[in-house]
């Protein structure tokens, strides 16, 4: 089973070198900061940037409630689109 497990992690190491970004996400602006609803600035060092991969009209609210009921976060989050189909959730500490 360990030599498995190496070679596991030896493919997913070589996938990681592999990725990259296309031309159009490179220009994605990560905020370093965010307000509230209540007023409050909230900083950051961490973000996860994702993409919902679909040309079909999604319910972005529902997709918001999901995710948060999913991770469970201790802090609560939020999930601000930043482009077309594209999601800024930060890693708040």
Not at 28 to 57: A, N, W
Request: aromatic share 10%; proline share 3%.
């Amino acid at each position: 089973m360990a030599s498995s497990t190496a070679h596991d992690g030896d493919r997913l190491e070589e996938m990681w070198r592999r990725l990259s970004l296309l031309e159009e996400e490179e220009g994605v602006i990560v905020p370093k900061s965010h307000t509230t609803s209540k007023g409050k600035e909230m900083e950051f060092q961490y973000c996860l940037i994702g993409r919902i991969h679909t040309d079909c009209f999604f319910n972005v609210l529902a997709m918001k409630k999901t995710m948060a009921a999913v991770w469970r976060p201790l802090r609560g989050m939020f999930i601000r689109e930043i482009g077309e189909n594209v999601f800024f959730v930060p890693v708040l500490s």
